[in-house]
């Protein structure tokens, strides 16, 4: 039987934000925003790890679902125009020592065809690095059956946007609702609604306002971002109540607030009472 082999390849995804770092790379900022008459942003990548890697950076393309994930998109949807056809990034390679870092620049091209609204790419940075296990390459040569070789290649990805001509967004707050989880444990799920032809990008904060004394944050989560391919994302925050506190009698109160420079704005803030 003629030697099939197939090569798998995983892609190891991460998305978090101000530094982000997946297996040995840490890469700054994670999100870039081209608005105004930004033409330029400068990118740090630092190897963090025991070995010379080489990193590949090129662009991908994706969506954001309802829940927050993501999906791979090959074509653009309405709505959503891919921003790489005026961005330009350099170098698209680099080699680096352990603790070594590098500098890459990415540079907007603005073109007078350009529609007002929201344009969106990912940059994507994937690790070269040889992950085959040691002796694997000598088993898969002697099978005579179809051979199945996993190889992980690990990379991340950050947000890059341009936003030229008339924008605005709104943001509301909806369908609050408390879920029990154990005596001390609550879920607060929730909904950001999103209008207008760009994207929302924030900080949440909950805070619990007593009938009586003073409100305290029992919950905060960073960089939430609803993107223009759709007007609602579902958001579960867990209430940890490590203070024993006894949550009667008062009113969650939740705010969504703007992070991404500049002095921050308020989104949008909805109240759930608790009886």
């Given amino acids: 039987m003629k030697k099939r082999i197939l090569l ?21 900022p994670t999100r870039v925003v081209f608005e105004g008459n930004k033409q330029r942003e400068s990118l740090s990548l630092v190897n963090m790890g025991t070995e010379t890697t080489t990193y590949s950076v090129s662009f991908v393309q994706k969506k954001m679902n309802e829940d927050g994930s993501f999906v791979d998109l090959v ?13 330009r990034i350099f170098p698209r390679q680099v080699t680096l020592a352990p603790q070594e870092a590098q500098v890459i620049m990415l540079q907007y091209r ?25 002796g694997q390459k000598d088993t898969i040569k002697d099978s005579k059956s179809l051979s199945v070789q996993i190889i992980p290649i690990f990379g991340m990805s950050i947000p ?18 408390l879920e029990i989880v154990d005596k001390t444990n609550r879920i607060l799920n929730l909904n950001i609604h999103r209008k207008g032809n760009i994207s929302l990008y924030g900080d949440i904060r909950v805070s619990f306002v007593p009938s009586i004394g003073k409100a305290y944050e029992i919950a905060a989560v960073n960089g939430v971002g609803v993107y223009t391919n759709i007007e609602k994302r579902n958001i579960k925050i867990r209430l940890g109540n490590s203070s024993g506190n006894v949550w009667t009698r008062g009113t969650i109160k939740v705010s969504y607030i703007s992070n991404g420079g500049g002095k921050p704005v308020v989104y949008a803030e909805n109240e759930l009472e608790i009886k």
């Fill in 8 to 28: 798998l390849c995983i892609i190891v995804l991460g998305f978090s934000y101000k530094t982000k770092a997946q297996g040995d790379l840490l890469v700054t």
């Fill in 75 to 87: 074509e653009e949807l309405p709505g959503q125009p891919f921003a790489d056809p005026y961005l």
């Fill in 110 to 134: 603005r073109k007078p065809e350009m529609a007002a609204g929201e344009y969106r790419s990912h940059l994507y940075f994937r690790s070269e690095k040889d992950y085959t296990a040691l």
């Fill in 160 to 177: 890059v946007i341009i936003r030229t001509g008339e924008v605005s967004v709104t943001a509301a707050l909806e369908d609050l609702k």
